[in-house]
Nanobody
């Protein structure tokens, strides 16, 4: 399984970005997926997760109401729509697959999001 994250960039505070994570393999639709982020000097933190069907979604309190996770199983892709961005959202964003034991077993390479004030 390979995960390729894209869509990061530099945006002003209040702006929006949409991240994409394209997965290889034929079993994408069987797994929950998540987004995480890591800011410089900080530990990696959970951002959002979505069930295999897209029917269940979870968000970190810090992004709730601003970020939306979604997926298109026909395209083997999971998305993270990020609105009302602020400088505290600046981080390297990773997508990951949740394995059968509920741990995240495959990770993408990360895409940088930088929000200027």
């Amino acid at each position: 399984v390979q995960l390729q994250a894209s869509g990061g960039g530099l945006v002003q505070a209040g702006g929006s970005l949409r991240l994409s994570c394209a997965a290889s393999g034929r079993t994408f639709s069987s797994y929950s997926m998540g987004w995480f982020r890591q800011a410089p000097g900080k530990e990696r933190e959970f951002v959002a997760a979505i069930s295999w069907s897209g029917g269940i979604k979870y968000y970190a309190d810090s992004v709730k109401g601003r970020f939306t996770i979604s997926r298109d199983n026909a395209k083997n892709t999971v998305y993270l729509q990020m609105n009302s961005l602020n400088p505290e959202d600046t981080a390297l964003y990773y997508c990951a697959r949740e394995g059968v034991d509920r741990s995240y077993d495959y990770w993408g390479q990360g895409t940088q999001v930088t929000v200027s004030s």
